[in-house]
T-cell receptor, first 116, second 110 residues
Framework: GAGVSQSPSNKVTEKGKDVELRCDPI?????LYWYRQSLGQGLEFLIY????????KSGLPSDRFSAERTGGSVSTLTIQRTQQEDSAVYLC??????????????FGPGTRLTVT | DAKTTQPPSMDCAEGRAANLPCNHS???????VYWYRQIHSQGPQYIIH???NNETNEMASLIITEDRKSSTLILPHATLRDTAVYYC???????????FGTGTKLQVIP
């Protein structure tokens, strides 16, 4: 079936503008993650959604960052008043079953955000 | 979560086995060892995971030491398409709030 998709694939925005990044997880996957990867760096966890539970927002770097997941499926990551240090690749991942050991995360291709 | 140590880079000749080590000496008893890789400009891809026993799938083999403080990912016949950054991640099953770290950049050489 279809994998995780993200849109847009590339986004260039001016400093101070708001941006929205979209993630469509694999159908039926209950867990959804957002990560950020700056140039030459590892992946940095941002936020996690699992079913109807309250999301784990502990990785969000500032209150300019927020995310929501509608209907337990599509998720949107919003960055308000973008700064140049927000430039990175934003990756979304989903996984099938929470609470079992035999699971892995399936990643989307990412959105490359450039703040000028 | 357990801390990991991986060499920053490794080279491997095409067709030879690539052995990628990972030290995870602080791994806890309920943490699995997951391996992912990230090919340039793509999202990470799951490779394999294990708890105590060695594991093998169509992509790779995972050897975990008896004390579970280290593991080795083996790509038996490396190809140029295996050039990627490889991440070793101890994590509990289910919800994995993890930071992938910087991994090992494997370069397969023709």
């Amino acid at each position: 079936g279809a994998g995780v998709s993200q849109s847009p694939s590339n986004k260039v925005t001016e400093k101070g503008k708001d941006v929205e990044l979209r993630c469509d997880p694999i159908s039926g996957h209950t867990a959804l993650y957002w990560y950020r990867q700056s140039l030459g760096q590892g992946l940095e966890f941002l936020i996690y959604f699992q079913g109807n539970s309250a999301p784990d927002k502990s990785g969000l770097p500032s209150d300019r960052f927020s995310a929501e997941r509608t209907g337990g499926s599509v998720s949107t990551l919003t960055i308000q008043r973008t700064q140049q240090e927000d430039s990175a690749v934003y990756l979304c991942a989903s996984s099938l079953i929470w609470g079992t050991p035999d699971y892995e995360q399936y990643f989307g291709p990412g959105t490359r955000l450039t703040v000028t | 979560d357990a801390k990991t140590t991986q060499p920053p880079s490794m080279d491997c000749a095409e067709g030879r086995a690539a052995n990628l080590p990972c030290n995870h000496s602080t791994i806890s008893g309920n943490e699995y060892v997951y391996w992912y890789r990230q090919i340039h400009s793509q999202g990470p891809q799951y490779i394999i995971h294990g708890l105590k026993n060695n594991e093998t799938n169509e992509m790779a083999s995972l050897i975990i030491t008896e004390d579970r403080k280290s593991s080795t990912l083996i790509l038996p016949h490396a190809t140029l398409r295996d050039t990627a950054v490889y991440y070793c991640i101890p994590a509990r099953g289910g919800y994995q709030k993890v930071t992938f770290g910087t991994g090992t950049k494997l370069q397969v050489i023709p």
